[in-house]
């Protein structure tokens, strides 16, 4: 029902069994022994795989290694407890962009933030929404609303709005960031228009795009790749840190596209396809990187944006 990222209800639709039968799939009896108890027993045994390789390169084969003690953590509930423990955990749920943490004290913020309008998550929450608010309304006030959606979410079809509403959290994490912290996240998009928002949030949180690597994201066999005629099959991995003052040397978006090609004709060496749309992704990321001391409009990276992508094409 949701292989191509938004709602599209099935004519002949099949409601699963939460708990599943011996046919199920993705269901708690089918994910029990595939998934958690193996979650499980990572835990007592943190691993890393490592490839085998013959003279020529080629894999052989794959082990796993153990890469650390046992992980063992104490769960709390505020920072004061957590900065008290050897080995502790907090998990919070509540707004990103108000974050109860204080200031310079994380080392690293890695996240998935929404793809602008890539993926609609208000829609396909709002499925399950409409089933979960009859029943739980009485119990959680939040179910009383009239859909899923929260004025402060990030994702909107205005790339503006999205740019706004992201820097808002990016502010928060560059305050909580230690001086040399860093914050990563993946991140693609096939229009200028994702790239200038994603650019404009970074830079209006007060940090700066340091490093982009690009990586293997979704395959290209799901739905909305395989309906795709030119898919992205990257992510750029953006790797940021807190702004130093001043202005950086003039665009040279030559080399920008040298770097680009470089690091597409790696992946391609490593046995990986690479499209017109995946090559934009890693030019439009290497683009963010030598941006890094520069403030531009929105409209000024979209036009550079829109001029990179001609010089891919010719």
Not at 141 to 167: I, M, T, Y
Not at 217 to 239: F, G, N, Q, W
Not at 275 to 298: E, K, N, P, T, W
Request: proline share 6%; net charge neutral; charged share 25%.
């Amino acid at each position: 029902m949701f292989s191509n990222h938004i709602l599209k209800p099935e004519r002949t639709p099949l409601e699963s069994s939460v708990w599943g039968t011996d046919k199920s799939s993705g269901t708690f009896s089918s994910l029990f022994e595939s998934r958690l108890i193996p979650a499980k027993r990572y835990l007592d045994g943190p691993f890393e795989v490592c490839l085998d390789l013959d003279l020529f390169g080629e894999r052989t084969g794959a082990r796993k290694i153990l890469c650390s003690d046992p992980i063992k953590v104490k769960i709390v509930d505020s920072w004061e407890q957590l900065a008290a423990s050897e080995r502790g955990l907090m998990i919070l749920n509540g707004d990103s962009s108000r974050l109860p943490l204080p200031d310079a004290s994380v080392d690293a913020v890695i996240t998935d933030p929404p793809y602008f309008d890539f993926v609609h998550y208000s829609e396909l929450s709002d499925f399950f929404f409409a089933w979960l608010s009859p029943l739980l309304r009485s119990r959680y006030p939040w179910f009383a609303r009239p859909d899923s959606s929260d004025r402060g979410e990030v994702q909107h079809k205005d790339p503006r709005v999205f740019a706004n509403q992201l820097a808002s959290v990016f502010r928060e994490c560059c305050r909580v960031l230690k001086d040399d912290g860093v914050l990563a996240f993946s991140f693609h998009h096939s229009r200028s228009e994702g790239w200038a928002a994603i650019y404009q949030a970074i830079t209006t949180a007060g940090l700066c795009v340091v490093a982009a690597h690009p990586v293997h994201a979704e395959l290209r066999a799901a739905s909305p790749k395989s309906a795709a005629k030119d898919p992205i099959s990257l992510d750029a991995i953006l790797v940021c840190k807190k702004r130093r003052p001043g202005i950086g040397p003039k665009l040279d978006q030559e080399a920008v596209v040298k770097t680009s090609y470089a690091l597409a004709s790696r992946l391609r060496d490593g046995g990986m396809g690479v499209s017109g749309s995946d090559l934009f992704v890693i030019a439009a990321s290497q683009m963010l990187i030598a941006l890094a001391s520069r403030s531009l409009s929105f409209d000024d990276l979209k036009a550079h944006l829109e001029e990179l992508r001609k010089r891919l094409e010719e």
